[in-house]
């Protein structure tokens, strides 16, 4: 599943919506609407997310999120390291290889470990 599926099939269930209604609502297949849950389809497109929001009625704030999540939502991630030390390559090789072995709590220190560092990159600017 991807954070976007995850948070669409949220909003379905909080709503009391099948995927079958906000499937006919939206204009496409429950197949898609299923794939997309299940992490089986890519990031959606701006059309769509604009859609989805439209349909549950979202305010900026809600929909900014649903943006930023659909953003991180594509089930197979390329990581360009061209021109950057080794390293990094190795690293993103690395985490490639071993991600579906790695318990949720590791995911999630791995995530806030990551978090803080953008954080105190950004405020030094």
């Given at each position: 599943?991807?954070?976007?599926?995850?948070?669409?099939?949220?909003?379905r269930r909080e709503r009391g919506v099948s995927q079958k209604q906000?499937?006919?609502?939206?204009?496409?297949?429950?197949?898609?609407?299923?794939?997309?849950?299940n992490g089986h389809r890519g990031r959606p497109s701006f059309d769509?997310?604009?859609?989805?929001?439209?349909?549950?009625?979202?305010?900026?704030d809600e929909a900014d999120d649903l943006f930023r999540v659909a953003?991180?939502?594509?089930?197979?991630?390329?990581?360009?390291?061209?021109?950057?030390?080794?390293?990094?390559?190795?690293?993103?090789?690395?985490?490639?290889?071993?991600?579906?072995?790695?318990?949720?709590?590791?995911?999630?220190?791995?995530?806030?470990?990551?978090?803080?560092?953008?954080?105190?990159?950004?405020?030094?600017?």
């Amino acid at each position: 599943m991807t954070p976007f599926g995850e948070a669409v099939r949220r909003l379905r269930r909080e709503r009391g919506v099948s995927q079958k209604q906000m499937a006919a609502a939206l204009g496409v297949t429950p197949a898609y609407l299923s794939a997309l849950e299940n992490g089986h389809r890519g990031r959606p497109s701006f059309d769509f997310l604009q859609r989805v929001a439209g349909y549950f009625n979202i305010i900026w704030d809600e929909a900014d999120d649903l943006f930023r999540v659909a953003s991180h939502s594509h089930p197979r991630v390329v990581v360009d390291t061209t021109g950057l030390p080794a390293a990094y390559t190795a690293l993103a090789n690395r985490l490639a290889t071993e991600i579906r072995g790695l318990p949720p709590d590791a995911v999630t220190e791995l995530t806030e470990t990551l978090d803080r560092i953008v954080f105190l990159r950004e405020k030094a600017r």
